[in-house]
């Protein structure tokens, strides 16, 4: 069985080798999807029973994993040495330094990794992180899945 829990956070970002507006400092009100499998539990007098996994167990998982850490926090790219001098000069700002460039699709496979483990280790039986989607803009969005990562 498949469940799917949706979340939203705000984030800033810069595509520095980008030939149009993304080249600019920037912000999305991105939306995260993240697409648990697992077995249906099946046993009365059991808290899940009838559910792969209470939602609220997927969403703190993503909250505390993700959403708090990138929520109104601007994501930059480790090689982008000129705006990582500018962050670091504003007292307390959020950053987040990412290996990566913060595209959707990098940040869509970011995420998948660092929740991956965390859904996994939620309760007793065997539970699988299927899928993440993770929406730019509610036209632009990137899909990463379990089979995509193990290649």
């Not at 991105?30 to 559910?51: C, F, H, K, W």
């Not at 926090?73 to 504003?90: E, H, K």
Request: charged share 25%; glycine share 4%; net charge negative.
């Amino acid at each position: 069985m498949l469940i799917t829990r949706r979340l939203e956070f705000d984030a800033g970002h810069r595509i520095p080798d980008h030939r149009s507006l993304c080249r600019h400092l920037h912000g999305h009100r991105y939306v995260i999807e993240a697409t648990v499998s697992g077995d249906v539990t099946l046993q009365d007098g059991n808290p899940r029973n009838g559910m792969v996994l209470d939602f609220s167990e997927v969403k703190s998982a993503m909250r505390s994993t993700i959403v708090d850490v990138w929520d109104h926090a601007f994501l930059v790219y480790r090689g982008d040495t000129q705006i990582r001098t500018f962050l670091d000069s504003l007292p307390d700002h959020r950053t987040v330094v990412l290996d990566v460039v913060p595209t959707a699709e990098n940040l869509a496979a970011e995420a998948f990794r660092l929740l991956a483990p965390r859904i996994a280790e939620l309760c007793e039986k065997s539970l699988r992180l299927e899928a993440l989607r993770l929406y730019e803009t509610p036209n632009c969005w990137a899909d990463v899945t379990r089979a995509m990562l193990q290649d």
